[in-house]
């Protein structure tokens, strides 16, 4: 069994973008990254929700697990459907390029 027929879920990934208003300030959106991203969502237990690695913790409650897109980072959000999720950690499998974990919490539904 290949790691691609483990996905089974698609997603979207976007990405923070800001734009100068009239007055001076800034207005947020959300721009797509990629699209339709072929996924695998692991939940975690209340146990696993903290996570340290590299001497800074975060919060998450699912993995996502996919194949390695390099241009992923942790500021970006996922999106399933309606479902949000802010990515916190980004982990190669292995260091080897081929392969992602992501630790997402997700933040709300609808957009």
């Not at 697990?65 to 982990?91: C, N, P, T, W």
């Amino acid at each position: 069994m290949s790691f691609a027929s483990l996905l089974n879920q698609t997603v979207d990934i976007k990405r923070k973008v800001q734009t100068a208003d009239e007055q001076g300030g800034y207005k947020t959106a959300w721009s797509v990254i990629h699209k339709r991203v072929p996924c695998r969502f692991q939940a975690l237990t209340s146990k696993e929700a903290m996570l340290t690695y590299d001497k800074s913790s975060v919060f998450a409650n699912y993995y996502v697990h996919m194949e390695h897109l390099s241009d992923i980072a942790e500021e970006d959000r996922l999106y399933l459907g309606a479902r949000a999720f802010d990515i916190k950690l980004v982990q190669d499998y292995a260091e080897v390029g081929k392969y992602l974990k992501l630790a997402v919490l997700e933040i709300g539904r609808g957009e």
